[in-house]
């Protein structure tokens, strides 16, 4: 089982951008899929989160802001990053339960400029 994520990259601030995150292996038609950050110095923080029945979540500092999408029959998850802020720049992991086994994504990084 592998996760694959891409997308992160450089922005200035009020920018946009989308990660993405494909799986490998067994389907995740019925996983928790989402996404974690970690900035420097700081513990890896869940920032969104959907699961197979449409239902999402996030956290207070990206709600409105951040978009996160999930496509079963690709298997994969998307993050999409508007009005980018200095405080965004952070790796980003994207993760998935499957059972009671959490699976994790190999980090991009998004940094955002002034």
């Known amino acids: 089982v592998q996760l694959q994520a891409c997308g992160g990259g450089v922005v200035q601030a009020g920018g946009s951008l989308r990660l993405s995150c494909a799986a490998s292996?067994?389907?995740?038609?019925?996983?928790?899929l989402g996404w974690f950050r970690q900035a420097l110095r700081n513990e890896r923080d869940l920032i969104a989160r959907a699961n197979s029945g449409g239902w999402s979540n996030y956290t207070d500092s990206v709600k409105g802001r951040f978009t996160i999408s999930r496509d079963n029959a690709k298997n994969t998850v998307d993050l999409q990053m508007n009005s980018l802020k200095l405080e965004d720049t952070a790796v980003y992991y994207c993760y998935a339960d499957q059972g009671s086994r959490r699976y994790w994504g190999q980090g991009t990084l998004v940094t955002v400029s002034s």
């Open positions: 292996g067994p389907t995740f038609g019925r996983s928790t």
